[in-house]
């Protein structure tokens, strides 16, 4: 199979990793990809939100797939436009990635399909923000409609700091902002795969949303995850299935606007039960190293059979006995403005060490060939091993051997667990 991965980060790096070493890959390419990227693939510059010239690439490239990584070009239509060239594309066309990039347009999936999710009033003035905090009371979760890189929410004991949010969000043409009830108990992660009508899920993970230790500081896109869940209820992946993935996709199907690829159903264990926190249309970053880490199935031949409407018949995934911890190294300034160019030293030595990969995100080479620093998520340090503890252990060993002027990194990834 040739395949061609569209996106630039830690994530694609990690879906190149396991394609490139899939006995079904005979071709791969990644675009635009990065310094990461480019050791295993060959990369293609694109502008990966123009559904043009992917589709252009794909054709020129011969490809048998196309996997889109990130949620911008599939809300921009990239994967429409790669279908109607005649390439299967696995991710879902622009109407069905409104999931992701309509908090809004979810909600109302979510109440047409029975699933459960937390209470929210879609606003478009402050005043209507004002009533829906005092309608909820404190813990207060206001979240901007559109796409955000997941620095679109906060989460705050302070109504002041929850208006003023608010106030910024709403301060752009046409803008909308959902406030929330707010919802209690662990989050996970469940990725599912699935082709418009059946759902395969796969590992669930963990992803680790704030800045600081102790999950302290502000919402990032996240800083590590790990899987599996040693702490999470048997029948949760049965039930996630069953009560979110099945109805929402079954929903969109009967609309007319099939959902195929990934739907990514991020989770709140409260007190009171199940209850989404929001949908991706596309593979979490960073629980997406981790959980392909623990893949043994051929991921190709997964994506492929998604793409091409065929899960009913194929295989489950199967999966390592090992475990598997991510940990995030992020640029000074993130997720605030961050400073490119600082020297990236230790990559090589990292990856020396048993069980540990590197995935690159915010990384480029300078005019001599140096790797530094260009983005707020710059690297991601994988470990695998027996335990979630030897994975934990081999994760941040790897991050030793690593050094960037000004980086950051939460030193308690899966270390509760
Ligand atoms: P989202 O972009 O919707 O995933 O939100 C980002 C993060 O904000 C989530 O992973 C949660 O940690 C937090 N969050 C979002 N919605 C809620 C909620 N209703 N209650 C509590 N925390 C939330
Ligand atoms: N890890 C959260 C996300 O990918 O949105």
Redesign the pocket.
């Given at each position: 199979m040739r395949i061609l991965v569209i996106g630039n980060g830690a994530r694609e790096h990690a879906i190149a990793h396991s394609l490139a070493r899939d006995v079904q890959t005979t071709a791969l390419f990644v675009a635009p990809g990065n310094p990461g990227t480019a050791q295993i693939a060959e990369n293609r510059p694109v502008r990966a939100d123009d559904p043009a010239a992917v589709a252009a690439l794909a054709l020129e490239l011969e490809v048998d797939l196309v996997v889109v990584g990130p949620e911008a070009p599939l809300v921009a239509g990239v994967a429409d436009a790669v279908r109607d060239v005649g390439i299967a594309c696995f991710g879902p066309g622009a109407e069905a990635a409104r999931l992701e990039g309509s908090?809004a347009f979810a909600k109302e999936v979510m109440a047409a399909a029975d699933v459960p999710t937390?209470m929210a009033h879609v606003c478009t003035t402050l005043e209507e923000v004002a009533e829906a905090l005092d309608a909820f009371g404190a813990?207060h979760?206001v979240?901007d409609d559109g796409l955000a890189a997941?620095k679109?929410?906060v989460?705050t004991d302070d109504r002041d700091t929850a208006l003023a949010h608010a106030e910024r969000c709403l301060s752009r043409e046409g803008a909308a902002v959902v406030v929330?009830?707010?919802?209690?108990g662990p989050?996970i992660s469940l990725f599912c795969l699935t082709d418009g009508a059946t759902v395969v899920p796969l590992a669930p993970a963990q992803?680790f949303?704030r800045l600081g230790d102790g999950d302290s500081g502000p919402?990032t896109g996240g800083m590590g995850a790990y899987s599996p869940l040693p702490w999470a209820p048997a029948t949760l992946v049965e039930e996630v299935v069953a009560r979110v993935a099945q109805p929402t996709i079954d929903e969109l199907a009967r609309r007319g606007t099939p959902f195929t690829g990934l739907l990514y159903c991020?989770l709140?264990l409260t007190g009171r039960g199940l209850r989404v926190?929001?949908f991706n249309a596309r593979f979490g970053d960073p629980e997406t190293q981790v959980v392909l880490a623990r893949l043994r199935s051929s991921l190709a031949q997964l994506l492929f059979d998604s793409a091409a409407g065929r899960l009913a018949t194929a295989p489950a995934p199967r999966w390592r006995d090992d475990a598997a911890v991510t940990v995030v190294v992020a640029a000074a300034g993130y997720p605030g403005a961050v400073r490119s160019g600082d020297v990236i030293t230790g990559v090589d030595d990292a990856e020396e060490i048993p069980g540990v990969h590197v995935l690159h995100a915010g990384t480029a080479r300078d005019a001599d060939g140096v790797l530094v620093t260009a983005g707020g998520r710059v690297l991601s340090v994988v470990g695998v091993g027996a335990s979630l503890k030897a994975a934990r252990k081999a994760a941040y060993k790897g991050v030793g051997a690593i050094s960037i002027d000004g980086g950051q990194f939460r030193t308690d990834i899966a270390a509760k667990v």
């Open positions: 908090k937390a813990p979760v979240k997941g679109g929410v989460v929330e009830e707010f919802l209690d989050e992803d949303k919402n991020g709140a926190i929001e």
